[in-house]
């Protein structure tokens, strides 16, 4: 079985506050680009809901999704369009680019001049891509919470390795000792332990909390 290496995601919708959404427009027909985060599918169709009543006058608005850590829930719909040339391109467009936990809905503009299927395919797949590379991403990381009690005098050698291994740290506690809540890469739990009771002289002392999901920068 693979490592669970985390998944690519984007952050908040586009647009935002009224700002207009991406738009690719060929032959007259108008294409409107709109992204969401989103970790159920009915908050995608709450969105699209809305997305429908906004565009009431747009022919189209056909979407893809791509839910879940392992990105095993995927639906599309062409939405009118003739099959395989809108939801399926979109859904590509986000595949490709491996992101999980979004959605995309493209809304059409007809202007009057037929794309015909292979040019309605590039056109959904050009404009999906369009708001996709817009939106802002961020790499979700499987890591587990790592409670490191130390005495006073151990704080400041205990803080140097946080800092030099790149680790990312929550707030601490200070009772009569610290306690120092690190988040950790579950295969390296052994690796930081042995590292930080050498620092210690074998003082420090270990709980493992919850594992969960957590923002880091993307590489």
Same mark, same amino acid.
């Given at each position: 079985?693979?490592?669970?290496?985390g998944?690519t995601?984007?952050?908040?919708?586009?647009?935002?506050?009224?700002?207009? $959404? @991406?738009?690719?427009?060929?032959?007259?027909?108008?294409? &409107?680009a709109?992204?969401? *985060?989103?970790?159920?599918?009915?908050?995608?169709?709450?969105?699209? #809901?809305?997305?429908? /009543?906004?565009?009431?006058?747009?022919? *189209?608005?056909p979407?893809?999704?791509?839910?879940?850590?392992?990105?095993?829930? #995927?639906?599309?719909?062409?939405?009118?369009? $003739?099959?395989?040339?809108?939801?399926?391109?979109?859904?590509?467009?986000?595949?490709?680019?491996?992101?999980?936990?979004?959605?995309? =809905?493209?809304?059409?503009?007809?202007?009057? @001049? /037929?794309?015909?299927?292979?040019? &309605?395919?590039?056109?959904? =797949? *050009?404009?999906?891509?369009?708001? &996709?590379?817009?939106?802002? /991403?961020?790499?979700?990381?499987p890591l587990?919470?790592m409670?490191?009690?130390?005495?006073?005098? &151990?704080?400041?050698a205990?803080?140097?390795?946080?800092?030099?291994a790149?680790? #990312? =740290?929550?707030?601490?506690?200070?009772?009569?000792?610290?306690?120092?809540?690190?988040?950790? $890469?579950?295969?390296?739990?052994?690796? *930081?332990?042995?590292a930080?009771?050498?620092?210690?002289?074998?003082?420090?002392?270990?709980?493992?909390?919850?594992?969960?999901?957590?923002?880091? $920068?993307?590489?």
């Amino acid at each position: 079985m693979s490592r669970d290496r985390g998944y690519t995601t984007i952050t908040g919708e586009i647009p935002k506050g009224g700002v207009s $959404p @991406v738009s690719y427009e060929i032959q007259r027909s108008r294409f &409107l680009a709109y992204v969401l *985060h989103a970790e159920d599918e009915d908050t995608v169709r709450a969105w699209l #809901q809305f997305m429908k /009543k906004e565009h009431f006058e747009a022919r *189209h608005v056909p979407y893809a999704m791509v839910l879940g850590a392992n990105a095993d829930h #995927q639906r599309s719909s062409d939405d009118g369009e $003739p099959g395989g040339t809108a939801g399926s391109p979109i859904l590509e467009a986000i595949k490709m680019r491996s992101i999980t936990n979004a959605a995309v =809905a493209v809304v059409r503009y007809f202007g009057g @001049v /037929k794309l015909g299927s292979g040019g &309605l395919i590039r056109a959904y =797949a *050009h404009a999906a891509g369009l708001g &996709l590379d817009a939106a802002q /991403k961020i790499r979700m990381a499987p890591l587990h919470t790592m409670y490191v009690r130390i005495g006073y005098d &151990l704080l400041a050698a205990a803080e140097r390795y946080v800092r030099d291994a790149g680790l #990312q =740290a929550e707030e601490a506690s200070y009772t009569d000792d610290v306690t120092l809540t690190l988040l950790v $890469p579950t295969e390296d739990i052994e690796l *930081h332990q042995r590292a930080l009771t050498d620092i210690t002289a074998g003082r420090a002392q270990y709980r493992l909390g919850s594992r969960n999901y957590v923002a880091v $920068p993307c590489p």
